[in-house]
Structures are given as C-alpha cells and as structure tokens.
C-alpha cells in the first residue's frame, strides 16, 4: 500500500470538526462527500444554520455546494473513486463507562462496507492511545490490508475552518509509506508532521489538551489560594506578567466544552490511577467550579423565598464565539440551581438561539437586560466580548436591591461598576466588592 495518492475525500461525521475539514479540502480542489447519520444535521448544513457562528466557513461550504466538488449524504456507496475516509465523529467519554467507541465503531464498519483496497482511513477523531494500531490489525486479519493513519483535529472550535490551514496537521501511521500517502493529502492545506508512530499522534492530540486543561487548572488554583487570602488573584497575576513572558498562566475561569475534559479523561484512561497526579488535581479542580459557583449564589438567595437567577453567555465559550452548548459550565450551575424550587433561572446568549436554550428546559429571555431584571444573583458565565460590553449598572438598577453579579470571567474588571447597598460583585479569582452600607437614618 501507500503509492497512489487520493482523487476524494470522504469525511464521516460532518459536525463541528468534520464540516471545516470538509471544507477545507473542496477549497484546495479535491472532491469531497460528507457524510453524517444526522438529517438535521444535513439540512443545517444546507441552510447555512450549521455555521452561522463561523462566517469564512459559511462562505466556504457555500462555495464548496455551488462547485459541486463538496456534496453531502446521509449514507456513502461505493465508487471507483481512491477514497481518503476521515473519520470525525464522536468519541465521547462517559463517567463510570469511560471511552464509548460505539460512533467510532459504527463509521469504520460503514467504511469497510464500501472502501476499494486502494482506500484508506484517517481517524480524525480524538481517540485513545492504541486505537489506530488496533484498527491497522485489524484489518491486516481480516485481509483488508488498507493504509490507516491518526490525523488529529488541534484546531479550535469557532475558528475550525481558519485553522485547517494553519494548524500543522500531525500523520501518524505505523507504516511508513502510509504515513507519507495521507501526509501528502494533508499537505493539501498546510504544514504537515510526520509523528513516529499512530501512537505518538493519538498521544500528541491528547497531550495538547490535557495540559491546557493542566493549566487552567492551575490558574484557577491560583486564583482560589489568593483570593483565600484576601488579595485580588486577577490583579496579582496581571502584576506577575506584565512585561514578563515567563509568567504565561491564563486568567482563572470554567473550563467547559466537548474536549478539555474528555481528553484529559482519554489520555488518563490509559495510564495507572496512581499517575499524573498533577493532571487529576488540575482536572478536580476545573471539575469543582461550577458546584463552587452554583454553592455561593445559592448561599446569597437562600432568606428569599424566590431567587431569579440570570445567566447570561450559556455557550461553553465566547471567543471564539461559539453557539455550542455542549459541556457548558453555565448549563452545569443551572442545574444544580434547579435542584432547588425556589431558584428561577432564566438565561441570554449571544449566539445561542432562544429554541436550543428551551430544549435544556431553560427560559431565554431577548436580552441581558430582560434577563436581570428582579435577578437576585447574576452570573456572567462565558468569555463572550457581548459581556464586557454590558452596562453593569443598568443590570444593577434592574436587578434585585441585593442582587450578586458573579463575574466567571473578569468582564466588570477596570469598569465603574456602581453597587448600591446590600449589593455585592465577585469575580472568580478577583475578590468581593459590596455595595456602601446606607446611612443609618437620622
Ligand atoms: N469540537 C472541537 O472543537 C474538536 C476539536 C478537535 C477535535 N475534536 C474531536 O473531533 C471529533 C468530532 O467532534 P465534533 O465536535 O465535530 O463532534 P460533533 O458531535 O459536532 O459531530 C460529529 C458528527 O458525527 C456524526 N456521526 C456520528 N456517527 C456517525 C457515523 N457512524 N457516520 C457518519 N456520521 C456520524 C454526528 O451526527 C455528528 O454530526 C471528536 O472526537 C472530538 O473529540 C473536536
């Protein structure tokens, strides 16, 4: 195997990471079908709804249908075609079962139904470390002998598109001639690295973002011991870097999402449970805050006999912008809030429609200020710039007389936020500011 280069590509699971790539390659001329099992799906891609929070990737799959080199389908044939099958599909991770390799599995038995024996298969998907070599064995007993790779996503979501070419895409495949085959298809985009072995890519994938989650772990640490102390932690990290490339730790802040967390899971599946105690201490933390966050609003209701509670930027992250709610720190405190009746949450996004907010049982509201109003306690719960824009104290004055702002990501810092007596605003890792006591009356 691994002389004849591609002429298609077909990508299996065309959702957040699947349809950039897809994409991608329709723009670098090669024909692309995607094919994902979701008809919803399909037909958000379609109407141009699938990216609305992405607009060079709307442009481009726009671009890609009218060529006719990028074509959708919910269910792939045969061809004469020498296919590039990359695989994109989940590869959850699930408390008490671990890896689900169910989609994962799925994709390969429908690639196997309809690949030639020039084909070969990508796994693009975040898998654990072994997975590609088993797959590769696999298909060696059962004389299938096609050239499979690891070609994981780095890129980041909400700038997916953008990155495929320019993010170097790492090739894995223990077989040397394979590795070149795919690499020269990835070249299609961009910077390529031909990792030693499927192994050390699965592994570098993994390790990409089990240590970002290491580090915001640390920074949330951080943040947590100093403001234990009675110091403002954003202030003295701000101070500690200033000019000082050497202090390089991120602000503290929840860490959420479809990968952090499940990746740092996949890499420690692997390893004994007594390794990488550093890693595990960083993930309990990050696992911690919501509970944490969701703990001290409830402690600031807990005398009112109804509490309305405004979360405002629900989507796991606001930069880049995303409308994605999956792992959503902000859906976490909300439901742990609602374990309580007497809590009433409703909620405001930038990006996230009214709909998909009702569909987790949430009540939208058309704006911050809409949301606040009568709000015992409001959480700025993402890193959407539409919140630092905000006027806190119009969100105060509509807000109950002892309403609690609690800033996750620092938007209020260096902003003149006036609180009137008995009101209070927390910064996670920043401190507590309340408002002047009144005047005791003449
Ligand atoms: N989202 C990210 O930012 C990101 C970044 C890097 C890597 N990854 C990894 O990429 C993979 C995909 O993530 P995602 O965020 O794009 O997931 P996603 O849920 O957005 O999309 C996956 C798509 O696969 C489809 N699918 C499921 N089973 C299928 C099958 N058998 N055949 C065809 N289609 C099928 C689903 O319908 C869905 O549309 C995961 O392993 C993830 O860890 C994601």
């Known amino acids: 195997m691994g002389e004849q280069d591609f002429t298609d590509v077909a990508v299996w699971g065309c959702g957040s ?21 979701d008809g919803g799906r399909l037909a958000r891609i379609a109407d141009g709804s699938a990216c609305r929070t ?15 080199l990028l074509r959708f389908t919910h269910e792939l044939g045969t061809a004469d075609a020498i296919r590039a099958h990359i695989i994109a599909v989940p590869t959850p991770w699930r408390d008490g079962d671990g890896f689900d390799d169910r989609p994962l599995q799925a994709a390969i038995e429908g690639i196997l139904a309809v690949a030639g024996p020039r084909d070969a298969i990508c796994i693009r998907s975040t898998v654990p470390i072994g997975v590609t070599a088993a797959l590769a064995r696999r298909l060696k007993a059962a004389g299938r002998d096609m050239d499979v790779a690891c070609t994981p996503d780095r890129s980041i979501e909400g700038a997916s598109y953008r990155e495929q070419f320019s ?12 590795a070149g085959r795919i690499g020269r298809l990835f070249s299609r985009l961009g910077e390529i690295l031909i990792c030693g072995s499927a192994a050390e890519a699965e592994a570098a994938k993994l390790v990409c973002n089990a ?79 919501p509970a944490e966050v969701a703990g001290a609003i409830a402690a600031h209701v807990a005398d009112l006999t109804e509490a309305r509670v405004a979360l405002l930027g629900i989507a796991f992250k606001g930069r880049p912008a995303v409308a994605d709610l999956r792992g959503s720190p902000a859906l976490e405190i909300a439901a742990l809030l609602r374990r309580d009746s007497r809590h009433r ?41 539409a919140l630092r824009a905000l006027d806190f104290d119009a969100l105060l004055a509509a807000a109950h007389p002892r309403a609690l702002i609690y800033d ?35």
């Open 17 to 37: 990471i699947g349809l950039s790539l897809a994409a991608s390659f329709a723009a670098r001329r090669l024909a692309v079908l995607g094919c994902d099992i």
């Open 54 to 68: 992405e607009p060079d990737l709307a442009r481009s799959v726009r671009a890609g249908l009218e060529s006719g």
């Open 167 to 178: 993010t170097p895409h790492l090739i894995g495949a223990d077989d040397p001639a394979a």
């Open 211 to 289: 240590t970002r989650d290491a580090m915001f772990g640390l920074a949330n640490e951080v943040g947590r011991l100093l403001d234990g102390l009675g110091l403002d932690g954003r202030a003295v990290c701000a101070a500690a870097g200033r000019g000082y490339a050497r202090f390089a730790l991120p602000p503290p802040g929840p860490v959420g999402g479809p990968c952090l967390m499940k990746d740092t899971h996949l890499l420690l599946d692997a390893a004994p449970a007594d390794a990488a105690p550093v890693i595990r201490a960083a993930r309990a933390r990050n696992h911690a805050i």
């Open 345 to 385: 949450i409703v909620v405001w996004d930038a990006e996230v429609e009214a709909a998909a907010a009702q569909r987790q049982g949430l009540s939208a509201e058309i704006s911050p200020l809409a949301a606040a109003r009568g709000a015992a306690a409001i959480v700025l719960a993402n890193d959407h710039p």
């Open 408 to 442: 996750l990501w620092g938007h209020t810092l260096g902003q003149a936020v006036t609180l009137q007596p008995g009101q209070m605003l927390r910064v996670l890792g920043g401190g507590i500011r309340r408002g002047a006591q009144e005047a005791p009356a003449p």
